[in-house]
């Protein structure tokens, strides 16, 4: 699997030698004694439609780039910043990408971008959820993220996630994204209210989100487990740009996750009993079980039911928490 850096460079070579081969190209079909100046055939309406997206992009970035601060992203500042808001090749540093390659998104260039790049553009631009699908839009692209309108989630599947309350139940995909909730579920773990669309992915979460990750009493085993169910789903999906961008992420910000995946463990779904310590009502026991939503394994209603009474009862003071506090 190439990294991020690597793709970059291979675009910006190919780029690079694209042009000049066509320079090399046009010198030699120029006929001696003839004009410099190639005569430009008529733009079709698509092919000005994609132009005008380019600077739209362009103009976009550029602003998103200069109204940021160096504080804002972890920078210093320094005593001889001349650019208002962050410099380019700061941007192209904190996304992993060239410096040369993203200097030509802000120039409007046709060049290809990918959805990891425009996801690592997003972050690092603090991109709030419309102006990330907006920056997708203008870039052609489908944001892979659970932050992007999912077809699956109904309102009748969002009242059933309301009727089940005091249970905490959600939506997920097999990629563990996490696509709808009740308010018993979104004070279950953490905070999940609090935690931006994009990162609301219970195995971005469970490997670095500190809230969620002290709830779960046996958190080893769980990340184990949890990697080995994500590893045999992405057999399906090896190609998936949202699957390899999430395996990226989860190598690059977490030691313990890459421990784990190096070990090729493969398990299936299954319902067991998790034990969980609530911040707001102490010790759970619930058991976990997937409700498969289509006939593959794709979105599932995720629910835990509790195991004893007590966790029966904590649950509904969980809920009455999770009503207060809206």
């Known amino acids: 699997m190439t990294t991020m850096a690597e793709e970059t460079a291979v675009r910006e070579n190919g780029a690079t030698g694209a042009t000049e081969a066509a320079g090399v190209q046009g010198r030699a079909a120029q006929a001696p004694g003839t004009s410099d100046t190639p005569a430009r055939e008529p733009e079709s309406g698509a092919s000005r439609e994609s132009d005008i997206r380019r600077h739209e992009l362009a103009a976009f970035l550029r602003h998103r780039r200069e109204h940021l601060t160096p504080e804002q992203v972890g920078l210093p500042r320094g005593r001889r910043r001349r650019t208002p808001g962050l410099r380019r090749e700061e941007v192209a540093h904190l996304s992993a990408v060239g410096v040369t390659w993203y200097t030509w998104l802000e120039q409007a260039r046709d060049i290809q971008v990918s959805v990891q790049v425009l996801d690592a553009l997003a972050r690092t631009l603090m991109l709030d959820q419309n102006e990330r699908a907006h920056l997708f839009q203008l870039a052609g692209a489908v944001d892979p993220t659970p932050a992007s309108r999912c077809q699956t989630i109904t309102p009748a599947l969002l009242q059933t996630l309301e009727q089940l309350e005091p249970l905490p139940a959600c939506i997920q995909n097999s990629r563990y994204d996490i696509l709808a909730y009740n ?13 931006p669309a994009e990162d609301r992915n219970c195995m971005v979460l469970i490997t670095t989100n ?12 769980s990340i184990r487990l949890m990697a080995a169910k994500f590893r045999a789903s992405m057999a399906g999906h090896l190609a998936d740009p949202a699957w390899k961008m999430l ?7 977490s ?4 421990e784990v995946w190096e070990r090729h463990e493969v398990v299936g779904s299954r319902s067991k009993t998790k034990f969980f310590d ?4 102490g010790r759970l026991t619930l058991v976990h079980t997937d409700l498969w939503l289509g006939p593959g394994e794709g979105p599932r209603m995720v629910t835990y039911a509790p195991a004893d009474e007590e966790s029966r009862e904590r649950l509904e003071k969980l809920h009455a928490v999770a009503v207060e506090r809206g």
Do not use: P
Not at 278 to 281: K, Q, T
């Open 247 to 253: 395996l990226k992420r989860l190598r690059a910000e």
């Open 255 to 258: 030691e313990q996750f890459r």
């Open 183 to 195: 308010r018993t579920y979104g004070s279950l773990l953490c905070d999940l209210d609090e935690v």
């Open 210 to 221: 500190e809230q969620w990750r002290s709830s779960i009493v046996m958190l080893d085993e």
């Open 278 to 281: 609530n911040r707001h009502v």
